[in-house]
């Protein structure tokens, strides 16, 4: 699969079909054999410049705004707002008024120096979304209220003031959408942040039980080996 400009995976044709006995030594595949033919066929890395640059090209063409995010492979709230931003409600709702793209900081040629031209504040990490203008310059992004009276990166908005601060951002810049398309954009991210303070309590109780039943049998065990 690829994904282009404006944020869509396409199912590209097959390139080659390889048998994998011209891979093997003996009774098992031989390291380097594979790690050529990997090579062979691996997909050259699109620039982070070209991605944005064909994203605001697919947004002009449709008047809306390039929904920009930078990403990586290690970050799990990164690939949580992929997931969100890829389930079919959100999807319908954003493309309105927006072409979501990511850059992927880590990969991308040009991803980190891309990443620098937008500050914000000191280890605010990722994920970390802009909103561009045509030209790409910064309308808005992920900066808003940290919750304690001050500023930081809201990354992906599941606390009730990080919703907030997305809403007003998509507000502001995506006129295309309406007041019941942001309440559900806004309930979505909600139900979402509901179900992570949920499960983080079940593990957090979950992991407290066994270390209480570590402790208890550690003590029993303990007791008779004296």
Known sequence: NTTN????????????????????????????????FLGKWK??????????????????????????????????WCHRLSDWLAKPDVAALMSKGYVPV??????????KEMEATFPRTQDSGIPFFVVPD???????????????GGKGNVGFPVEPHEIAHLIGVLKQTGPQLTEADLKALAGALTFVGALTRFTSRTLSGALSFAGAVTKRTARALAGSLS
């Open 102 to 111: 990511m850059i992927d900081s880590d990969r991308m040629p040009g991803g």
């Open 43 to 76: 997909a050259a890395p699109q620039s982070a410049d070209d991605v944005l640059k064909s994203a605001l090209a697919a947004a002009k063409t449709g008047s809306k705004k390039v929904f920009l995010y930078f990403s990586a492979p290690w970050c799990p």
């Open 5 to 36: 400009g404006n944020g869509n995976t396409t199912r590209g044709a097959t390139l080659t079909v390889q048998d994998t006995g011209a891979l093997e030594a003996g009774d098992h595949h031989d390291p380097a054999k594979v790690a050529e």
């Open 134 to 148: 045509a030209e790409g310059k910064k309308l808005a992004d992920g900066t808003g209220d940290d919750g304690k």
